[in-house]
Structures are given as C-alpha cells and as structure tokens.
C-alpha cells in the first residue's frame, strides 16, 4: 500500500504541470464536498493530512491522513474511495476504508436551479452503508452547501443521521474562506461525539490544476462517518488536490495549441470589433451558455473564468483561441451562418456548440 501510494505521489509530480481538469478546492469546504463529481475521463487523486501535538514536554506530532481517489464516469456520475490510515472510528480498524458512488443530477452551470447530488458508500471499519444527499447553490462569490447523511453505527446500535451545512466565500479569483459545521442529530457522550466543524483558507495555485486547502478541524479522517463526527481534538492540516485527464493519454496527441494572443484580464483585443458583442464563459469545464445563438456581425467574446487555460476550438477548423489564461478573454467575430461545434484543446470533453444565423 505504501508503494502504491508513493508511486501515486511520484506519478502525481511527474505530471503536475500538465494542464488538466481540477477539483477545485474554491467550490467546497473541508468536510462538505456537495457530492462534486470529476469530469468524464478525469482521476482525480486528492491527500489530506491533519496533524495533532501532544502538551509539552513530549510535543509529539501524530498525522492523521486521508487519501481520496475518485474516477469521473459519464451522464455526472463518480466511482472511487477514501483510504484513512489513522481512522479512530472503530478500535479494530486503524485503516479507514471508504468505497462510494455519487451522481449529480442537477447542476447550477447547466440551468438548474442548484447543484443536487448524492452518494451511497461502504464504510470498511463500520461495516456499513453510508449515504448522502447534497444541495449546493451559488450566490455571487459565496457559494452554500447542505448536507442530509445517513450513516451505519460502528458500535453497532441503530443508524446515526447527520446534518450539516457549508460556505465557501471567493475573496479573489485565487482566495476563498471556507468553513461547515456537521451534526449528528443523537450524538453519543460515551463516545465523546461533538458537533464537527472545520474552517480553511483555500488557495487555487495559479497556473496549475492544482488546490491548497489550509485548515483547523476538530474531525480526523474525511470520510462521511469521519467528517460527521467531531471529537474534542483540534487539529491543523492541509488538502492538495490532483487531477489526471485521461482523456489526454487515450485520445490520441493532438498537436500542441498555438499560444492565444496575448490577453490580460477584463479586455484585450487588438482590433476593436465593430458589430454587436455577445459574453460568453467558460467554468468549471463548461462552456456558458450552450448554445451560443448569435446572428451574422456578432463578436463573441469568451472569458475564462477557470483557474486552467482552455480553448475555444471549432470542430471544423474554422476557428481557434489558442489557449486563454485564467481570467483572460478572446473574442471571435462570426461572419458566416451555420452551427459550430466547438471543444477545449486540453478537455476535449468539454462541448459547446454557436449557432449563427443570418442578420435581416
Ligand atoms: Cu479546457
């Protein structure tokens, strides 16, 4: 298993500059995920260790880590695991063994009203089933989160059910403060069970697909049943998120994108467009909206909204950003009629389409 790991981790280095599709640690606090799924073709690999030290004069540090492996399947569904080594959870299982589904059937960036997601996992050192509703929703820079669990009691009475809520507020493009709070509605005092809660400063690592969670806690693994049960324990930690696409090693090599002009935030063009102007976006892997409907004239301007570059690329050729920076914005002025499919050189999985009609 420690190999397995290290050659994860070296794997993981090897590659870290790719471009790639990312989990992003702006969009969720440290112990509420919102049931977020990776995009089609993507592994995401996150590691979490939180640390405790002891009163003086020992001071002796004890790691409690947990690592998260989660394959992004198609229709916004997920298979994966969280392995724990230093679980408290049950006393015969220091290893803390998590395999789950989830499924995002509503998401707020294809026209929903808000993200709804679930999971349903097995809990090894429980030895039970756990289960999760989610809803998330997006407001301005503040984005909410709650969560309904069901989760198997590992000392073996009736099953415990947890609530809990999430806010992760974008201070700036690379920023964001995060914080939840979780609740088993019957906590057990044997137990020593307290509400748990968690509060992080978030950083996306400009450049890379890479996020930092910096966080104090008072759970210790990540699991649904870790990160519902709080104990009197603080700990101080961090998350490192890696995303790997796939898709970039089965898809065939695709010739290396020539570099977009170049853009600073807010504007950028060299000549000004004459004609009507339409903002489009791109985030969290989407293109925004789909379809763009435009007529004859029209300049669409595409900003990235992503801490990754992307591209705005015709399936026929007929146009090419190139790869836009992080917050950078290319525009492209449609002078024929017709129905463009368009994809991201780095994702190819990332779909949009602009339509273009005649002007009267
Ligand atoms: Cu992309």
Aim: charged share 15%; glycine share 10%; hydrophobic share 40%.
């Amino acid at each position: 298993m420690t190999r397995f790991l290290g050659l994860l981790l070296l794997s993981a280095l090897l590659t870290a500059t790719a471009p790639l599709a990312a989990q992003s640690l702006l969009e969720r606090p440290p112990n509420v995920s919102g049931d977020w799924v990776a995009p089609y073709g993507t592994v995401q690999f996150n590691f979490l260790h939180r640390f405790v030290r002891t009163d003086a004069p020992e001071r002796k540090i004890t790691n409690f880590p947990t690592f998260f492996i989660g394959v992004g399947l198609p229709k916004h569904t997920q298979v994966g695991f969280l392995y724990a080594t230093n679980s408290t959870l049950s006393p015969n299982y220091p290893n803390e063994w998590e395999f789950y589904g989830r499924w995002l059937p509503l998401r707020q960036d294809a026209g929903a009203p808000l993200d709804l997601g679930g999971q349903v996992g097995y809990n090894l050192a429980a030895e039970g089933l756990d289960g999760e509703i989610s809803i998330a929703r997006a407001f301005g820079l503040a984005r909410v989160i709650g969560v309904a669990r069901v989760l198997d009691d590992p000392s073996g009475g009736d099953a415990d059910v947890a609530l809990g809520g999430g806010l992760v507020l974008r201070l700036h493009r690379y920023i964001a403060l995060a914080g939840d709070l979780v609740t088993l509605t019957h906590r057990d005092s044997l137990l020593d069970e307290k509400p748990a809660w968690s509060a992080g400063i978030h950083v996306a690592i400009p450049g890379t697909p890479h996020t930092l969670s910096l966080q104090a806690t008072n759970t210790n693994t990540a699991t649904l049943q870790g990160s519902s049960r709080g104990t009197s324990e603080r700990r101080y930690g961090f998350e490192f998120t890696i995303p790997f696409t796939l898709a970039r090693y089965f898809g065939g090599r695709q010739p290396p994108p020539p570099a977009a002009a170049p853009t600073a935030p807010g504007d950028t063009s060299a000549a000004a467009p004459t004609g009507p102007i339409t903002k489009a976006g791109i985030k969290s892997f989407t293109f925004q909206p789909s379809p763009i409907e435009i007529t004859t004239g029209t300049t669409v301007a595409w900003t990235n909204n992503d801490p990754v570059e992307h591209s705005v690329t015709a399936g026929d050729g007929s146009f090419d950003s190139g790869l836009i920076a992080s917050g950078a914005t290319w525009r492209h002025t449609c002078t024929k009629p017709g129905t463009y499919q368009s994809s991201c050189r780095p994702h190819p999985f990332m779909k949009g389409v602009v339509i273009v009609r005649e002007a009267k």
